[in-house]
């Protein structure tokens, strides 16, 4: 089974190129889902953030937007929060890629904004850097999350540059101004394959 690590910068099109994998029969494992569930799921990690954060706790809830509110503001607090819960989501990551190994797939991704950060990357046969223009991007965020311009133009300069991603990653799959979803998808569908009968023996 071939692991793929999927990274990129937010509103470039990584959904869409994942339902292509997914239409070959892949599975993905989707990072930040991951760390959602294991904040209500996980009791280590939840009593590791407890222990750090004691005010983002209600009760036995853990409350994620004040969470991110301390994190995003401090780069400090974001550390921390790292350091205690990447080891968790990697641990659990490796779960799910054995299952979808054990059910015969061929290939599993790991689908995750801080692929290189958390250390996921370790895991994958090989990187994907999923990219598009900088307005196209902000013109998708704030289509799908109906938030205004200045916000999402604010996330995208928050992020890393595409220049950073394809550095690191072995393959990058550009997603144009010319691409429609059909044919960003057709494309995506098509590398994959190749990188899939590459690696069959």
Same mark, same amino acid.
């Given at each position: 089974?071939?692991?793929?690590?999927?990274?990129?910068?937010?509103?470039?099109?990584? =959904?869409?190129?994942? *339902?292509?994998? $997914?239409?070959?029969?892949? =599975? #993905?494992?989707?990072?930040?889902? #991951?760390?959602?569930?294991? =904040?209500?799921?996980?009791?280590?990690?939840?009593?590791?953030?407890?222990? +750090?954060?004691?005010? #983002?706790?209600?009760?036995?809830?853990?409350?994620?937007?004040?969470?991110?509110?301390?994190?995003?503001?401090?780069? &400090?607090?974001?550390?921390?929060? *790292?350091?205690?819960?990447?080891?968790?989501?990697?641990? &659990?990551?490796?779960?799910?890629?054995?299952? /979808?190994? @054990?059910?015969?797939?061929?290939? @599993?991704?790991?689908?995750?904004?801080?692929?290189?950060?958390?250390?996921?990357?370790?895991?994958?046969?090989? =990187?994907? /850097? $999923?990219?598009?223009?900088?307005?196209?991007?902000?013109?998708?965020?704030?289509? +799908?999350?109906?938030?205004?311009? &200045?916000? @999402? +133009?604010?996330? #995208? *300069?928050?992020?890393?540059? %595409?220049?950073?991603?394809? !550095?690191?990653?072995?393959?990058?799959?550009? *997603?144009?101004?010319? %691409?429609?979803?059909?044919?960003? !998808?057709?494309?995506?569908?098509?590398?994959?394959? !190749?990188?899939?009968?590459?690696?069959?023996?």
């Amino acid at each position: 089974m071939t692991v793929f690590g999927i990274t990129g910068p937010t509103g470039a099109g990584k =959904t869409t190129a994942l *339902n292509a994998l $997914v239409g070959l029969g892949g =599975t #993905v494992i989707d990072a930040d889902a #991951v760390y959602h569930e294991l =904040t209500e799921s996980c009791q280590p990690m939840r009593e590791e953030l407890r222990a +750090r954060f004691p005010s #983002v706790f209600e009760g036995e809830r853990i409350d994620l937007k004040k969470l991110g509110a301390i994190v995003f503001r401090i780069p &400090e607090e974001m550390a921390d929060l *790292n350091a205690i819960t990447h080891k968790y989501v990697i641990e &659990e990551t490796r779960r799910r890629i054995r299952q /979808a190994e @054990a059910e015969g797939r061929p290939a @599993a991704a790991i689908d995750a904004i801080a692929l290189f950060e958390s250390g996921l990357d370790r895991m994958c046969d090989r =990187t994907l /850097a $999923v990219l598009a223009p900088a307005e196209l991007r902000i013109r998708r965020i704030m289509a +799908r999350e109906g938030v205004s311009e &200045e916000y @999402a +133009r604010t996330r #995208v *300069n928050s992020q890393h540059t %595409d220049d950073w991603f394809r !550095s690191r990653c072995d393959v990058t799959l550009e *997603n144009t101004e010319a %691409d429609t979803k059909e044919t960003f !998808s057709q494309r995506a569908r098509a590398l994959f394959q !190749s990188i899939l009968e590459e690696e069959t023996p």
